[in-house]
Structures are given as C-alpha cells and as structure tokens.
C-alpha cells in the first residue's frame, strides 16, 4: 500500500506543451510539497501545501501551478515547457509544516522535454 | 547564500567495514538535520534526524553526529552490507525557516562484497 504516489512515473513531452502530474497520500499528514531533482541530484523545494493552503513558493516560474484539492492531493501543473523543466520531480508528505518526524516521498516523475 | 556540501565522489568500502559519510554547511543555523537514503529511481527514504542539542543518535547499525560548533555531521554505517550501498543526502533544517530546507547533493556508498 503505496504511501505517497505520483504518477504518471515517467513523462516525455515537447517543448510547449502543457502536462500535469499527480500526487497523493494516504498517510493522513497535513503538508505536502514538491521537490525537482536535477541532472547534478540537488533536491530543491518547489511548492509546499499545509492543509490545502500554499505555504511556501520558492522562486518557481509561474508557469508552474501547484493544486491541492484536499490535503491528501498536490497535483503540479506545468504550461509551457522548456527543455530546462527536465528533471525528476518529487512529491513529499510531512505530518506537520516543520515537524521533525522525517519527509515521506513518492517514487518520482521523470520528465523528458524534447 | 547557503550551502550544504557532501563529498561527491563515491565512497568505496569493502563488506563488513564501516562507512563514514560527512555533510558540511554554510551559512545556515539548523536546529536539526536530517539524513536520508536515495536508491537509483527512487524518492529518498527517511533515516535519522538529530537536534541540534543532541551530539550522537544511533539506529541500529546507523550513528550520526552533529557538531554545531564544526558546521558538520557525520554519518556512519558499522558492519556495512552490500545491500547498503546507495546515495545518502543531508539535510539541516532551521526552525521555522520552512523555505530553507535543502537536501545536499549526497554521496554515493559503495560496498563490494
């Protein structure tokens, strides 16, 4: 019983294009976030959502809009892509904003712009 | 602007010895400090966390140690194992600096049987 998952798993697209990816949780935790991983591995946080709300928007294009329809969801939406979106993305969970108990993530999305 | 460092080449150690890993920091404050496991396509998996008031934490084969005076944390796997080997991130978090949780690079363990 998968704890957070994403999906689609991998995701090739061209330039332009506009794709979403899904993520959620049935951990019952409060916050969830997005994280891009990039070619050199760094993790950087992206988005985070407690309880449905945006906490924090880290200096992401805007043509990125993060949805959460209930707290157990965080979907990503991206318009426009650019070759520089490729990356894997990471969907995470946390019991509370700043609780200490550790992220559970998902698997990750690859996505491939072309 | 801040900075976590890990050693980016990998580690190579031979079964049964113990691997030590090292993450610095820069410019940061943590009040704790997170380590995690990364296997090949996979998410990162969580190990330990330590306060920034506690010098050592142990987990079963896993102890990692916290100097807050060095801007450094260790960690160690004792009795390493084959199925040990993957990438392992840091990850100091500050308090209530929610927007400021980075995860270092990590580095890569390697222990051949």
């Known amino acids: 019983d998968t704890a957070v998952s994403q999906t689609p798993k991998y995701l090739v697209t061209q330039m332009g294009n506009d794709k979403s990816i899904k993520c959620e949780q049935n951990?019952?935790?409060?916050?969830m976030y997005w994280y891009k991983q990039d070619s050199k591995k760094f993790l950087k946080i992206m988005f985070s959502?407690?309880?449905?709300?945006?906490?924090i928007n880290e200096t992401v294009p805007n043509r990125f809009s993060p949805k959460s329809p209930d707290k157990a969801h965080l979907n990503l939406h991206i318009n426009s892509l650019e070759l520089g979106d490729s990356a894997v993305y990471f969907c995470?969970?946390?019991?509370?904003?700043?609780?200490?108990?550790?992220?559970?993530f998902g698997s990750g999305t690859r996505l491939t712009v072309v | 602007s801040q900075k976590i460092e890990q050693n980016s080449e990998a580690l190579n150690i031979q079964e049964g010895k113990t691997a030590t890993l090292t993450c610095n920091y820069t410019?940061?404050?943590?009040?704790?400090l997170q380590w995690y496991r990364q296997d090949p396509g996979r998410g990162p998996v969580f190990l330990l966390l330590?306060?920034?008031?506690?010098k050592e934490k142990r987990k079963e084969r896993l102890k990692v140690t916290f100097d807050t005076t060095l801007k450094q944390s260790l960690f160690h796997i004792t009795a390493s194992q084959p199925a040990d080997s993957a990438t392992y991130l840091c990850a100091p978090e500050e308090r209530y600096n929610f927007n400021k949780f980075y995860f270092g690079s990590g580095t890569k363990l390697n222990v051949k049987p």
């Open positions: 410019n940061y404050s943590p009040a704790y």
């Open positions: 959502y407690n309880n449905k709300e945006l906490i």
């Open positions: 995470a969970s946390s019991r509370t904003l700043g609780q200490v108990d550790g992220y559970t």
């Open positions: 951990l019952g935790h409060d916050t």
């Open positions: 330590i306060r920034e008031n506690e």
